[in-house]
C-alpha cells in the first residue's frame, strides 16, 4: 500500500499505525532519501535545489524492491511517472485527501519543511498543482477532512478488502 498526499496529510502517521495494525513493515522515503543522502530535505534543496530532490527521490522509488509494506511518499513523488509506475507494482496507491485550510493549520514551518518546489511558489500554488497529480495516480481516494486517526485507519482497512 502506497499512501501519497501533501505534506501534512498524515502519510507517515497514519502509515506507521496501519503498517502496525496489519502487520506489516513501513517505509518512508523521505527518510530513505536523508539516509542515501546523508543529509536532511531541507539540506539538499538548499545545497542543490528542488530538482536535484526529486531526482533523488525518483531513484529511491525506482529502486524499492518490497512486500507487505506500508509506504509512506514525499509529497512530491506523484512528479515522476517513472516512480509512480514502479510504486503501483508494489500496490495500491491512496490518496489521503485534505482540504488546503486544514494543511495550512497542520504545517508551521513551510519554508524549512524539505518541500521540494519552486522558490516562489506558494502553499495554495503547490496544494493546486500536486491535488492534480495525486487524483491522477491514485487507485483509492481517503477524505480525510474532519474524521480522526481511527476512522481514516477504519476505512483504509474497509478499501483495502474491496
Keep these: 500500500m502506497i499512501l501519497i498526499g501533501m505534506p501534512g ?12 495494525q496489519t502487520a506489516r513493515d513501513f517505509i518512508d522515503t523521505d527518510v530513505l532519501i536523508q539516509v542515501r543522502e546523508n ?21 529511491v ?6 512486500e507487505r509494506s506500508v509506504i509512506a511518499t514525499g509529497g512530491s513523488a506523484v512528479y515522476s511517472r517513472a516512480g509512480m509506475t514502479a510504486l503501483k507494482c508494489l500496490g495500491p496507491v491512496i490518496f489521503l485527501d485534505v482540504e488546503l485550510a486544514e494543511l495550512r493549520h497542520r504545517i508551521h514551518n513551510y519554508e524549512g519543511r524539505g518541500i521540494a518546489r519552486r522558490a516562489d511558489q506558494s502553499f495554495e500554488a503547490l496544494f493546486e498543482e500536486r491535488r492534480a497529480l495525486y487524483l491522477q495516480y491514485a487507485d483509492v481516494i481517503i477524505d480525510c477532512n474532519h474524521k480522526s486517526q481511527a ?10 478488502k474491496e
Excluded: C, H, M, P
Design 39 to 59: 543529509k536532511t530535505l531541507q539540506q539538499i534543496l538548499d545545497e542543490s535545489g528542488y530538482l536535484v530532490l526529486r531526482e533523488v527521490e525518483e531513484q
Design 151 to 160: 476512522r481514516i485507519l477504519d476505512e483504509l482497512q474497509n478499501k483495502l
Design 61 to 66: 522509488l525506482k529502486s524499492l524492491q518490497v
Design 9 to 20: 496529510a498524515g502519510k507517515s502517521t497514519l502509515g506507521v499505525q496501519f503498517a502496525k
